[in-house]
């Protein structure tokens, strides 16, 4: 059978990097085909071929069987390829139908917005994107802007539709809205492309997948057929260990002791509902919820970058709640931002100055206000071996550094403090297997060395491998507290929809 | 009160919004397109220089005033190419063209008409008394003898409201001011769009100087615009980039001026009711009309890297 999209032996070098090396791929009419791989295993560069941004240095680009040579998006559009990226190319200021029709509008010189209106509205019923074509695309959800530029793709008439990392932004329940229009496009017999390095979602979306490593296609399999552990081990090129090994927890002291805590969001609502839960040296404890539940409100206001509205936050027994995050960070609490490019790192400044940020006004990184370069080049190198930080280069701008590697700077940073307790918010978002292995097995150890560690994520599967108790929040209020051994995926799932799970547990907590 | 049943004040504020709300609108054109435009005053000067001047050499008003939109169209181009092509600093850049608009001005006039100025003979465009409107109580007092500009500026709000908002030049224009890489990759011509706005932009400030030149005057003077291009870019963001904003707080600030002028001799010193359009400005832009959002990719130039 011919392959609808077919990629053969293309190859694309940039200075210094062989990004594409002889890539192979095949896509069959109807079909949901995944490309799984590391960042920086070729996949970008891939999709950037077919969608023109690149031409391929050797190989060819096969179209339902005819040769394509693409020299910009705007060849590859006309040629059927639809293609929505990672960080979506929409006008948050114009509506959804402005945003579907730019560039091909109905009307003459007059601009027929209720043309647009209507044809926007078509098409979100013919294929099952509910989303109201007169709203302003800036108050709609991530997940309704993604149906937009589905929608955008096939207002110009797409054949086949290539998803780039579509559910990094997407809330879990999103993802599965984005999984059913997915099904529905191929039950009419649109191709997928998907491209994904999570192996669950791959496992969930797609017919076959073809994994990627270091710029080539290692193998195409069924889906039907490869355990996770196959893939993973495809992918990354050795074998990954997806469970975490670790020895049962012995807690000790109660580090952090929260009492109904309750905190006003920037949006002047409340955010968190009077929450009591405590984290005891020793142990990691999973904070799971749906995003929006409040859970980043309540992180924020035990590192002191939200005001408490009501009750208390303890640390080692001491009142902190009204400390400034400086004096808490002085009392060894140290804090890892789920956005690391934004709060965790200033990306214009060299890893010295990064790695010393909390600490640049003590010895011996400062003498009578002088910063002392050598001492904090010394300790730098010292982190970076430590954590295997790469290039191993303390004078790189954080800028130029990877993800993974990003946010091992940030996790030796904070944990080379000693602190009594960690806060790890959505610490392995973004990156790839081998790099998620990394920040796990650091975690597990500074457990084990005693750390009480606060752990948020919306990664279900991380919470599950790394905790030891998990609690469950949702609108704001601890559901329900659970210990990780016999937790379940299904519970906790329960939990997070706010289903208080029938018989209860073993300590509940009432909120 | 005696004071706002005087016609003066109502056809004086009709008449001094006209060389605010031109190149406000103009700097709207080219700030919905994604450019920075503060070179409006220099834009207005260069326009009313030559307008007077091609008005003294062809004995035409009417030509001076394509004169004056052919150089500001000129002058907005090379802005645009600056600003565009080479991603020059927009707002350094402004500032330059303003210092450029105040000394070749100056300089031409000493040079081309000495120190007496332009001559007195030039022709000026018309002044229109329309009857139909003249008569209309309240609204007679504004029309009464208006410079013929003043029913143009009318037609430019509304035909640049339908321009910018009702067609599909339009659209992709302020598509393209708000995310140039969403646009391109639909096909959009994001330079092109961008160099229109500007040049419109330049084309609409030049005939705001040349309101000053040859619409209620007929001569030159070194730097008469006397900071109204600055107004008028308050204006514009007061107005928060529409047509019919900026006109209605051109319409502001002119009602304040021809306050200031109404008020003469009324025992209220001059100085301070001169003072009255740029207090207003001050208090307009802290905050009294509430926030205005610029463009979101006002400012930032546009390189494709391919």
């Given at each position: 059978?011919?392959?609808?999209?077919?990629?053969?032996?293309?190859?694309?070098?940039?200075?210094?990097?062989?990004?594409n090396d002889r890539v192979n791929l095949s896509l069959q009419a109807g079909e949901v085909h995944a490309i799984l791989g590391e960042n920086g295993a070729g996949k970008s560069t891939l999709m950037k071929l077919i969608y023109g941004l690149y031409q391929p240095d050797a190989g060819e680009i096969r179209l339902e069987g005819k040769t394509m040579h693409f020299q910009s998006p705007r060849d590859a559009i006309r040629a059927g390829i639809g293609m929505v990226h990672q960080h979506f190319m929409l006008i948050p200021a114009l509506t959804v139908a402005d945003n579907v029709v730019l560039g091909e509008e109905p009307g003459r010189i007059r601009y027929?917005?209720?043309?647009?209106?209507?044809?926007?509205?078509?098409?979100?019923?013919?294929?099952?994107?509910?989303?109201?074509?007169?709203?302003?695309?800036?108050?709609?959800?991530?997940?309704?802007?993604?149906?937009?530029?589905?929608?955008?793709?096939?207002?110009?008439?797409?054949?086949?539709?290539?998803?780039?990392?579509?559910?990094?932004?997407?809330?879990?329940?999103?993802?599965?809205?984005?999984?059913?229009?997915?099904?529905?496009?191929?039950?009419?017999?649109?191709?997928?492309?998907?491209?994904?390095?999570?192996?669950?979602?791959?496992?969930?979306?797609?017919?076959?997948?073809?994994?990627?490593?270091?710029?080539?296609?290692?193998?195409?399999?069924?889906?039907?057929?490869?355990?996770?552990?196959?893939?993973?081990?495809?992918?990354?090129?050795?074998?990954?260990?997806?469970?975490?090994?670790?020895?049962?927890?012995?807690?000790?002291?109660?580090?952090?002791?929260?009492?109904?805590?309750?905190?006003?969001?920037?949006?002047?609502?409340?955010?968190?509902?009077?929450?009591?839960?405590?984290?005891?040296?020793?142990?990691?404890?999973?904070?799971?919820?749906?995003?929006?539940?409040?859970?980043?409100?309540?992180?924020?206001?035990?590192?002191?970058?939200?005001?408490?509205?009501?009750?208390?936050?303890?640390?080692?027994?001491?009142?902190?709640?009204?400390?400034?995050?400086?004096?808490?960070?002085?009392?060894?609490?140290?804090?890892?931002?789920?956005?690391?490019?934004?709060?965790?790192?200033?990306?214009?400044?060299?890893?010295?100055?990064?790695?010393?940020?909390?600490?640049?006004?003590?010895?011996p990184f400062s003498r009578a206000g002088w910063l002392q370069r050598l001492p904090a080049l010394r300790h730098t190198e010292r982190l970076m071996e430590r954590f295997d930080v790469r290039p191993r280069n303390p004078e790189r701008r954080a800028g130029e550094l990877s993800g993974g590697n990003q946010q091992k700077v940030i996790l030796a940073r904070e944990v080379s403090r000693n602190p009594k307790l960690l806060i790890v918010a959505q610490p392995t978002r973004g990156l790839?297997?081998?790099?998620?292995?990394?920040?796990?097995?650091?975690?597990?150890?500074?457990?084990?060395?005693?750390?009480?560690?606060?752990?948020?994520?919306?990664?279900?599967?991380?919470?599950?491998?790394?905790?030891?108790?998990?609690?469950?929040?949702?609108?704001?209020?601890?559901?329900?507290?659970?210990?990780?051994?016999?937790?379940?995926?299904?519970?906790?799932?329960?939990?997070?929809?706010?289903?208080?799970?029938?018989?209860?547990?073993?300590?509940?907590?009432?909120? | 009160?005696?004071?706002?049943?005087?016609?003066?004040?109502?056809?004086?504020?009709?008449?001094?919004?006209?060389?605010?709300?031109?190149?406000?609108?103009?700097?709207?054109?080219?700030?919905?397109?994604?450019?920075?435009?503060?070179?409006?005053?220099?834009?207005?000067?260069?326009?009313?220089?030559?307008?007077?001047?091609?008005?003294?050499?062809?004995?035409?008003?009417?030509?001076?005033?394509?004169?004056?939109?052919?150089?500001?169209?000129?002058?907005?181009?090379?802005?645009?190419?600056?600003?565009?092509?080479?991603?020059?600093?927009?707002?350094?850049?402004?500032?330059?063209?303003?210092?450029?608009?105040?000394?070749?001005?100056?300089?031409?006039?000493?040079?081309?008409?000495?120190?007496?100025?332009?001559?007195?003979?030039?022709?000026?465009?018309?002044?229109?008394?329309?009857?139909?409107?003249?008569?209309?109580?309240?609204?007679?007092?504004?029309?009464?003898?208006?410079?013929?500009?003043?029913?143009?500026?009318?037609?430019?709000?509304?035909?640049?409201?339908?321009?910018?908002?009702?067609?599909?030049?339009?659209?992709?224009?302020?598509?393209?001011?708000?995310?140039?890489?969403?646009?391109?990759?639909?096909?959009?011509?994001?330079?092109?769009?961008?160099?229109?706005?500007?040049?419109?932009?330049?084309?609409?400030?030049?005939?705001?100087?040349?309101?000053?030149?040859?619409?209620?005057?007929?001569?030159?003077?070194?730097?008469?615009?006397?900071?109204?291009?600055?107004?008028?870019?308050?204006?514009?963001?007061?107005?928060?980039?529409?047509?019919?904003?900026?006109?209605?707080?051109?319409?502001?600030?002119?009602?304040?001026?021809?306050?200031?002028?109404?008020?003469?001799?009324?025992?209220?010193?001059?100085?301070?009711?001169?003072?009255?359009?740029?207090?207003?400005?001050?208090?307009?832009?802290?905050?009294?009309?509430?926030?205005?959002?610029?463009?979101?990719?006002?400012?930032?130039?546009?390189?494709?890297?391919?």
């Amino acid at each position: 059978m011919e392959a609808f999209l077919e990629v053969r032996d293309v190859t694309k070098a940039f200075p210094g990097v062989l990004a594409n090396d002889r890539v192979n791929l095949s896509l069959q009419a109807g079909e949901v085909h995944a490309i799984l791989g590391e960042n920086g295993a070729g996949k970008s560069t891939l999709m950037k071929l077919i969608y023109g941004l690149y031409q391929p240095d050797a190989g060819e680009i096969r179209l339902e069987g005819k040769t394509m040579h693409f020299q910009s998006p705007r060849d590859a559009i006309r040629a059927g390829i639809g293609m929505v990226h990672q960080h979506f190319m929409l006008i948050p200021a114009l509506t959804v139908a402005d945003n579907v029709v730019l560039g091909e509008e109905p009307g003459r010189i007059r601009y027929d917005r209720k043309e647009a209106v209507r044809r926007v509205r078509a098409l979100s019923e013919q294929y099952r994107l509910a989303v109201d074509p007169t709203a302003k695309i800036g108050s709609l959800s991530v997940g309704l802007q993604q149906r937009v530029e589905i929608l955008k793709a096939f207002y110009r008439k797409a054949k086949v539709l290539i998803l780039d990392e579509p559910t990094a932004l997407l809330t879990p329940q999103e993802t599965e809205e984005l999984f059913e229009v997915v099904r529905h496009l191929k039950s009419q017999g649109i191709p997928v492309l998907f491209i994904s390095h999570k192996l669950d979602e791959v496992r969930a979306i797609a017919d076959r997948v073809t994994v990627m490593r270091a710029g080539r296609t290692v193998e195409t399999v069924p889906v039907a057929g490869a355990t996770a552990q196959e893939l993973a081990n495809l992918m990354v090129g050795r074998d990954v260990v997806l469970r975490i090994d670790k020895q049962p927890a012995s807690p000790g002291r109660a580090v952090l002791d929260v009492r109904d805590l309750a905190v006003v969001g920037d949006d002047k609502q409340e955010r968190v509902r009077g929450v009591s839960f405590s984290v005891h040296a020793g142990e990691i404890f999973g904070l799971a919820g749906i995003d929006g539940n409040g859970q980043f409100e309540l992180v924020d206001a035990v590192a002191g970058l939200l005001r408490v509205a009501r009750g208390s936050i303890h640390l080692d027994g001491e009142d902190i709640s009204h400390l400034t995050p400086a004096q808490r960070i002085a009392q060894g609490m140290s804090y890892v931002p789920q956005d690391r490019q934004l709060d965790g790192l200033v990306l214009e400044f060299d890893l010295v100055e990064n790695t010393i940020l909390r600490d640049f006004r003590r010895r011996p990184f400062s003498r009578a206000g002088w910063l002392q370069r050598l001492p904090a080049l010394r300790h730098t190198e010292r982190l970076m071996e430590r954590f295997d930080v790469r290039p191993r280069n303390p004078e790189r701008r954080a800028g130029e550094l990877s993800g993974g590697n990003q946010q091992k700077v940030i996790l030796a940073r904070e944990v080379s403090r000693n602190p009594k307790l960690l806060i790890v918010a959505q610490p392995t978002r973004g990156l790839d297997v081998g790099a998620i292995e990394g920040i796990h097995r650091e975690l597990i150890r500074l457990r084990d060395a005693g750390t009480a560690v606060l752990l948020v994520s919306l990664e279900l599967d991380e919470i599950l491998s790394l905790s030891d108790r998990i609690g469950v929040i949702h609108h704001g209020r601890l559901v329900d507290i659970v210990s990780a051994q016999t937790a379940t995926r299904e519970q906790i799932g329960l939990l997070m929809t706010g289903t208080q799970a029938p018989g209860g547990s073993e300590e509940v907590f009432n909120t | 009160m005696t004071v706002l049943a005087n016609p003066q004040l109502w056809a004086g504020t009709l008449s001094l919004a006209v060389p605010l709300a031109f190149p406000a609108i103009g700097g709207t054109f080219s700030e919905r397109t994604g450019v920075v435009n503060i070179a409006m005053e220099g834009i207005m000067l260069v326009g009313a220089f030559f307008a007077v001047a091609c008005s003294h050499w062809t004995g035409s008003a009417w030509l001076g005033l394509l004169a004056a939109m052919a150089a500001g169209g000129l002058v907005s181009w090379v802005f645009a190419w600056a600003a565009i092509r080479i991603a020059a600093d927009q707002v350094v850049l402004g500032m330059a063209i303003n210092f450029f608009g105040a000394g070749i001005t100056a300089f031409l006039l000493n040079t081309i008409f000495g120190y007496n100025g332009t001559p007195t003979t030039t022709p000026s465009l018309p002044m229109v008394t329309i009857p139909a409107l003249a008569h209309v109580p309240v609204l007679g007092w504004f029309f009464h003898q208006q410079s013929i500009l003043v029913y143009l500026m009318l037609a430019v709000v509304i035909a640049s409201h339908w321009f910018l908002f009702h067609t599909r030049l339009g659209l992709r224009m302020r598509a393209v001011g708000e995310n140039p890489l969403a646009a391109d990759t639909l096909g959009l011509n994001v330079w092109r769009l961008r160099y229109t706005g500007v040049i419109i932009g330049g084309i609409l400030s030049a005939v705001g100087g040349a309101y000053l030149s040859i619409g209620i005057l007929n001569s030159f003077d070194v730097n008469m615009t006397n900071g109204r291009g600055y107004i008028a870019l308050a204006a514009m963001i007061f107005g928060k980039w529409t047509p019919f904003g900026s006109f209605g707080a051109a319409l502001l600030f002119g009602f304040a001026s021809s306050l200031g002028n109404a008020l003469q001799g009324n025992q209220v010193p001059t100085d301070l009711l001169a003072m009255l359009p740029y207090a207003l400005t001050i208090l307009a832009l802290a905050g009294l009309v509430g926030r205005s959002t610029a463009p979101a990719a006002d400012g930032i130039p546009y390189l494709p890297n391919r």
